[in-house]
Nanobody
Framework: QVQLVESGGGLVQAGGSLRLSCAAS????????MGWYRQAPGKQRELVAG???????NYAESVKGRFTISRDNAKNTVYLQMNSLKREDTAVYYC???????????????WGQGTQVTVSS
């Protein structure tokens, strides 16, 4: 059984910073793409940032220059450093990863349970 567990969300003032973490655990053979999505009330879930197994990154235009995604492959963990936070960054943030199971050897997409980020003015 593979699962993703997120941490690091919370309440922060505009202009502040937060760091999200997402750790994958279970019977894992390999992890390819990892990313962060977010969903604000009344809006569709959107990609915030992603990172490939080789370290290539991509970002939503709205967070470029403010957010940084990174990963620690030894810990099966992906991070999202969020700086200069704005009210419009308020959302539930979800971790996402393409993981190949140890037994199945078939890649599957997993989602975390979500962590709330609230930015106050």
């Amino acid at each position: 059984q593979v699962q993703l567990v997120e941490s690091g969300g919370g309440l922060v003032q505009a202009g502040g910073s937060l760091r999200l973490s997402c750790a994958a655990s279970g019977s894992i053979f390999s992890i390819d793409y990892m990313g962060w999505y977010r969903q604000a009330p009344g809006k569709q879930r959107e990609l915030v940032a992603g990172i490939s197994g080789g370290g290539s990154t991509n970002y939503a235009e709205s967070v470029k220059g403010r957010f940084t995604i990174s990963r620690d492959n030894a810990k099966n963990t992906v991070y999202l450093q969020m700086n200069s936070l704005k009210r419009e960054d308020t959302a539930v943030y979800y971790c996402h990863a393409e993981i190949t199971g140890l037994r199945s050897r078939v890649p599957f997409v997993y989602w975390g349970q979500g962590t709330q980020v609230t930015v106050s003015s």
